[in-house]
């Protein structure tokens, strides 16, 4: 299987096939578990997404081809094992398509013990490679509005606000901006900087 080194934090990216959907589920509820709980999301609506549901998920994601609704995704690991991963896919947003941003990258996540070792920014800059690939020239990402570190991390890469919404789920309300990159090629530079995070 394809790997990838990159970076001085040691980390290897992977494409994910179908074998990988229950690492992916595991890593999907660690992460929110780790994230959404230090934002104060209800306990209701992680209980709501078990491994075995994410799992069943993350099986329909990746046998999907990208351009029938599926999701290209990669794996980031170091030394220790699976540290995080991020997927992207065609825009799903049909007001974000009408500006331009036919490429989203739909999920990135990593491991707190990880973070701070570029791991975010490599997967990101990935993530930009696959769409650019796909002959999408921009791209869009939504993060929770009370996520400070998000913001921060998007704003780094130069990603600018370019859309909000609020989504119900499982009683929960849950309020997103959009950050959008208008060249995905600046996107790919910018997260290969040695100071990105």
């Known amino acids: 299987m394809e790997r990838e080194h990159v970076g001085p934090s040691h980390t290897l990216i992977r494409p994910a096939t179908e074998a990988d959907a229950r690492l ?12 959404y709980a230090e934002l104060q999301v209800p306990q209701s609506l992680l209980t709501h997404y078990p491994i075995a549901v994410r799992t069943d998920m993350w099986h329909r994601i990746l046998s999907t081809p990208i351009d029938e609704g599926g999701q290209d995704a990669v794996i980031a690991e170091d030394r220790h094992g699976p540290i995080g991963f991020a997927a992207c896919c065609v825009q799903r947003s049909v007001e974000l ?3 331009g941003y036919t490429g989203e990258i739909s999920r990135i996540y990593v491991l707190r013990a990880a973070q701070g070792q570029r791991a975010g920014s490599i997967l990101m800059a990935e993530s930009a490679k ?4 796909c002959g999408h020239n921009a791209a869009s990402l939504w993060v929770l509005r009370q996520n400070a570190g998000a913001h921060r ?17 499982y009683e929960v309300t849950l309020h997103e901006i959009a950050f959008g990159w208008r060249s995905l090629s600046s996107l790919l530079h910018a997260a290969r900087r040695p100071h990105s995070s």
């Open 24 to 35: 992916i589920a595991e890593l999907h509820v660690a992460a929110w578990e780790e994230t």
């Open 97 to 99: 398509s009408a500006q």
């Open 130 to 133: 696959r769409l650019l690939a």
């Open 153 to 169: 991390f998007c704003e780094k890469l130069g990603g600018v606000k370019v859309g909000a919404r609020s989504e119900q789920r």
